[in-house]
């Protein structure tokens, strides 16, 4: 095993209501992939939905931003998507089984909500997406979080994984339309490439880079920092979200040892990130710094070489979990996929090729464009969250999803913080308070009892799930 890090994985997701004609036209108020931006009527807008959405939430929590008993933070910014951030997690696996619970826990909140539009006589369904753009251009975003040791180089740090967060696209890009592509509409790689603007800079929104530097390490900042990662694509395939992290953590590993990728730099990142989006065989050279010219291929076929060059010397490599070696496993059989052009290699693991073989064998059945609407709307429901209206489930069901948690790890993880971090500190705090119906405040570093004595504990290491000063909180709250 690599040395133990902290994981949190925030999605946004995209919010519609559409009108009762059913889930053809819900899609199309949605529509992701449409062609454009007019679809079906808007019965409620997405911020009334947003509000049908958490009208529960804050009917306990009197507040639409909780921590939950599983440690995780729900969260609705005015005027924006709801977003859930996975607790803090020490394992690929559990993250990738957190970040399900919270798929599950917002699309039990939709069913709610569309209970609640049927009682008030409100026409329409609300569906969620996991994805990244909607129709009207506007983009939202699926963040990673990774814990760091806090050294002098962070910048460094950054500037070697900017060429590494611009490739793996290739890999773990959820697959998108783009339908006024130059020479008709085609199928790339990653939704978020067109939308990103920056390397690196300390903003989110003005300036939306690859890493966002902004210093909250949300622990003690003496020691950590989080690379705050806001590039990606969200995940529907669980094995695309087991490699996204996994391989970003195997390279952190070696980074955080001092090992350098000076050399992979690239010219002109920005304008790289959109190119390599748009070309689907991944061969297409782009300018490095030093002058060479690489394809998104070759370069991830060099970060994995140096990664598991590294793991062998540092001998590392006999001591991998399975999940890294899994992970390992699909890094070297993406990229193989594309070397050798056969989708087919991964067809049930990487979103971009789940997705793409859906629609291609759709169109083939119905002899279809790829900008016709159709098509929009199935690859707008590969994305619902829907268990009943989205296809993740019934992909799955039929194997052409694979999957790497069991429906009982994530009802577990619904209401069962993981286990091993400081989010089961947190967890069990907030379940207390809701059984006692006491009053509290809580984030990521703080738990806080809200009476005359204001108790609080600061919470600085996210590694421990234990604390003495956390259960003499707990007696207070029970007493
Ligand atoms: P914003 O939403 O404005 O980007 P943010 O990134 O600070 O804010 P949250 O949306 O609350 O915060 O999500 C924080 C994520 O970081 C969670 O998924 C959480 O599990 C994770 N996290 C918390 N502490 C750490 C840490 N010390 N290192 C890495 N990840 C962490
Ligand atoms: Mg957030
Ligand atoms: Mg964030």
């Not at 995940?235 to 000076?262: H, I, N, W």
């Not at 069991?406 to 069990?428: C, F, K, N, Y």
Request: proline fraction near 4%; aromatic fraction near 6%; charged fraction near 25%.
């Amino acid at each position: 095993m690599t040395a133990r890090r902290i994981f949190g994985i925030e999605t946004e997701y995209g919010i519609t209501c559409a009108p009762p004609a059913g889930r053809g036209a819900a899609v199309e108020a949605a529509g992701a992939d449409a062609a454009d931006g007019e679809g079906a009527p808007r019965v409620i807008t997405a911020d009334d939905a947003a509000r049908y959405l958490f009208r529960k939430v804050v009917q306990w929590g009197r507040s639409s931003n909780v921590f939950l008993r599983n440690g995780a933070r729900l969260y609705l910014d005015v005027g924006s998507h709801p977003e859930y951030a996975t607790a803090e997690c020490d394992d690929v696996h559990q993250l990738v089984v957190n970040d399900r619970a919270g798929e599950s826990i917002l699309d039990e909140m939709t069913e709610d909500a569309n209970e609640l539009l049927a009682e008030e006589g409100v026409p329409g369904t609300i569906h969620l997406f996991k994805n990244n753009v909607d129709s009207f251009g506007n983009s939202f975003g699926c963040h990673e979080n990774y814990l760091v040791r806090r050294r002098r180089d962070f910048q460094a740090m950054g500037d070697a994984l900017v060429p590494f967060f611009i490739t793996r696209q290739i890999l773990t890009g959820a697959g998108h339309i783009r339908p006024r592509a130059a020479g008709g509409a085609s199928y790339a790689f990653s939704q978020r490439a067109d939308q990103m603007w920056d390397a690196m800079s300390s903003a989110t929104t003005r300036s939306r880079p690859i890493i966002n530097t902004r210093d909250e390490p949300h622990a003690d900042a003496d020691l950590y920092r989080r690379m705050h990662v806001i590039v990606g694509d969200s995940s529907v395939a669980e094995t695309t979200t087991m490699l996204k992290v996994g391989m970003t953590d195997l390279l952190l590993a070696m980074l955080e040892d001092g090992v350098r990728l000076r050399d992979l730099a690239m010219a002109e990142p920005m304008r790289a990130i959109r190119e390599i989006s748009h070309d689907m065989t991944a061969t297409v050279p782009v300018e490095l710094s030093s002058g060479r010219r690489m394809s998104a291929l070759q370069m991830q076929e060099e970060f994995l070489t140096r990664v598991t060059g590294y793991l062998d010397s540092t001998g590392q490599t006999a001591e991998l979990t399975e999940i890294q070696r899994r992970v390992l496993e699909l890094w070297e059989r993406g990229l193989r996929a594309l070397r050798e052009q056969d989708p087919s290699l991964v067809e049930t693991e990487l979103d971009w090729a789940i997705k793409g073989r859906l629609l291609e064998r759709y169109r083939a059945r119905h002899t279809l464009a790829l900008d016709d609407p159709r098509v929009a709307r199935l690859s707008l429901a590969y994305h619902d969250i829907s268990a009943r209206w989205g296809l993740a489930t019934t992909l799955a069901a039929r194997g052409l999803m694979a999957r790497i948690t069991t429906d009982e790890e994530v009802r577990e993880a619904i209401v069962t913080p993981p286990p091993s971090t400081r989010a089961r500190l947190r967890g069990e705090f907030v379940a207390a308070a809701q059984e006692r119906r006491r009053d509290i405040t809580v984030d990521w570093v703080h738990l806080k009892i809200n009476d005359a004595a204001q108790r609080t504990v600061v919470l600085k290491d996210p590694f421990s799930p234990t604390d003495e000063r956390v259960d003499k909180l707990l007696a207070a709250l029970q007493a």
